[in-house]
């Protein structure tokens, strides 16, 4: 089975603060996502790699950045956190353009 | 770009009433198409997927998806309900390389 872990499950940060998500994959796929998940907006697309050290803007890529220095690593930064990034984000990845397996989530809450 | 329309926000129905959950996507050609589940406290995980072949699709715990073409929709569809499909389901369609998810349906089943 497909295992996509992720850093946290809850996190609180304070408003400025520098923030990192991270993402593991264990099953070797080149692509890798972060979505963040809102109600009433469903899932929206930040970032996404295709191998590593590479990275493509999705649809709502302000406030963020990725590194993927690693192939089965795929981390989020918000380099300032803002209260309006209070979300849930969701990381997964995909064996080319096969169906994504997610990770659990995590929940950031910035105060 | 793709986009996809789930028109039902929140549905809510007894055990062992049917279920079909609206899709549509917004323009032809060759598509891609996935219905994903996240139930509650859970990761999202995939329920079915169409690439081709046979329009109704089977998909796990007694779900099926059709895929009509003309109409631009790949409606989801249970024929009983249970309690334990309480849960937020998604649409999506692959655009590239990417999942382009609609704004999620919540599905609540009372006993």
């Known amino acids: 089975d497909v295992k996509v872990t992720q850093s946290s499950r809850y996190l609180v940060k304070r408003t400025g603060e520098k923030v990192f998500l991270e993402c593991v994959q264990d099953?070797?796929?080149?692509?890798m996502f972060w979505y963040r998940q809102d109600p009433g907006l469903g899932l929206r697309l930040i970032y996404f790699?295709?191998?590593?050290?590479?990275?493509e803007k999705g649809d709502i890529p302000e406030g963020y950045s990725v590194s993927r220095e690693k192939k089965e690593r795929f981390s989020l930064i918000l380099e300032s956190a803002s209260t309006n990034q209070t979300s849930m984000y969701l990381c997964?990845?995909?064996?080319?353009?096969?169906?994504?397996?997610f990770g659990p989530g995590t929940r950031l809450t910035v105060l | 770009a793709q986009s996809v329309s789930q028109h039902n926000h929140h549905v809510i129905l007894s055990e062992a009433a049917s279920l079909e959950l609206g899709c549509n996507y917004s323009y032809g050609g060759t598509v891609n198409l996935f219905w994903y589940v996240q139930y509650p406290g859970q990761h999202l995980q995939l329920l079915l997927k169409y690439f081709s072949g046979d329009p109704l699709v089977k998909g796990i715990k007694g779900f099926e998806a059709e895929f009509i073409k003309s109409k631009f929709s790949f409606n989801l569809r249970k024929p009983s309900v249970q309690w334990s499909d309480t849960a937020e389901y998604f649409c999506a369609v692959k655009d590239t390389d990417k999942l382009i998810f609609g704004t999620g349906t919540r599905l609540q089943v009372f006993p």
């Open positions: 997964a990845s995909s064996l080319f353009s096969n169906e994504q397996f």
């Open positions: 790699s295709y191998d590593v050290k590479m990275k």
């Open positions: 099953m070797d796929h080149e692509n």
